[in-house]
């Protein structure tokens, strides 16, 4: 009876054994897969950002290309009417011109 106890518990060490390993061939598995996909969703988030930048940036360039244009006209309309104060202030409080000034908020200055 003691002879197939030892045996026993020889084969019971072993699935003890074989069990571990596999736990532990698991868990470097998961580890080295969760690394690489961190990695890989780390850069995706970095170029998404980038993506989101890029766009922001150009969106604010254009802007301010469209309030460039707007003073531009106005110092074009000053310059040709120096003399009348009449013709630059209907410029101004046009509907045009409202609708067109009212985009300098986009440099600080109140719309209207």
């Known amino acids: ?58 969106k604010i360039s254009g802007e301010l290309l469209h309030v460039e244009s707007i003073l531009d006209a106005a110092e074009i309309v000053v310059e040709l009417e120096k003399d009348n104060d009449d013709q630059i202030l209907e410029f101004f409080s046009a509907d045009i011109g409202a609708k067109q000034f009212s985009d300098l908020h986009l440099l600080g200055y109140p719309p209207g």
């Open 1 to 58: 009876m003691r002879g197939g106890g030892t045996v026993r518990g020889g084969f019971i060490s072993r699935i003890y054994i074989l069990g571990l390993a596999f736990i532990a061939i698991v868990a470097l598995t998961t580890f080295a897969s969760h690394s690489y996909y961190k990695a890989s969703l780390e850069q995706e988030m970095q170029r998404n950002i980038d993506f989101k930048l890029e766009n922001i940036v150009e």
